[in-house]
């Protein structure tokens, strides 16, 4: 398959995605925007504040989910996922929303960040993703949330659930061992930052109990960008 129709087939599983979980009138708008997108780039997004628990128990995680063979592994390079693909424990290659070239979470962990996968048996159920200094967060490339890596902070993303595991308590399970890993670090707090029409990830971010604390407009006009966050007050 040319690299053209891979592009045509994700372009098009999208598409399916924001029609299923927005609706079509989402869709229509973001049809508009890909468009527009070459010169002029418009979003808003909710910014969120969890406060990291180290008191979480993961078992009571695993009764919730009445599956008895669930694990959580953390990745924390190329190398680990490597030692995990040759038990057979295989996410660097599933075509999630945010690794649909199926390259992306490789780059992530050359590039620092640390990955929470959760998988039920061998089967790929869930993940997170953290970034603990400024220079992977730059060199991710990622939206340029502030964050307070100095002051015991770091930056949450990349979370995804498995469809077919969704309201069983996965991402429940992933962040307590994510946040057993965290406590162990000096990490207490984690920014996150989530697209105003990601209905999803509005979902994970209550159901864990993290506080939107405001919101942050970017733009783009051709080569210049430009972020701003707004605050609902100053006790962030």
């Known amino acids: ?55 979480a128990n993961p078992n009571e995680a695993i009764l919730k989910l009445k599956m008895m063979d669930i ?57 997170t993703w953290v970034v603990t200094s400024q220079q992977t967060q730059d060199s991710l490339k990622t939206l340029p949330i502030k964050v307070g890596y100095s002051n015991k902070e770091a930056f949450g993303r990349g979370a995804w659930v498995n469809p077919k595991y969704r309201k069983l308590g996965v991402y429940g399970f992933t962040i307590t061992n994510r946040d057993r890993f965290l406590t162990d670090m000096g990490i207490s707090v984690l920014r996150n930052v989530v697209h105003s029409t990601d209905k999803n990830g509005r979902a994970l971010q209550k159901t864990v109990g993290s506080k939107r604390y405001g919101e942050a407009r970017a733009k783009r006009i051709l080569f210049w960008s430009f972020w701003e966050e707004i605050l609902e007050n100053k006790f962030v």
């Open 1 to 55: 398959m040319t690299g053209k129709m891979v592009r045509l087939k994700a372009l098009w599983g999208r598409a399916k995605e924001i029609l299923r979980e927005n609706g079509l009138l989402v869709l229509l708008k973001s049809s508009i925007m890909f468009l527009i997108i070459p010169f002029y780039e418009r979003n808003v997004y909710y910014l969120f504040k969890y406060s990291v628990k180290n008191d």
């Open 71 to 127: 694990k959580c592994k953390v990745v924390t390079s190329n190398m680990d996922a490597d030692r995990l693909e040759s038990e057979n424990f295989y996410f660097r290659s599933y075509p999630t929303d945010h690794n649909e070239d199926r390259k992306t979470y490789s780059r992530w962990l050359d590039q620092g960040a640390i990955a929470f996968c959760t998988f039920v048996g061998k089967d790929f159920a869930g993940i």
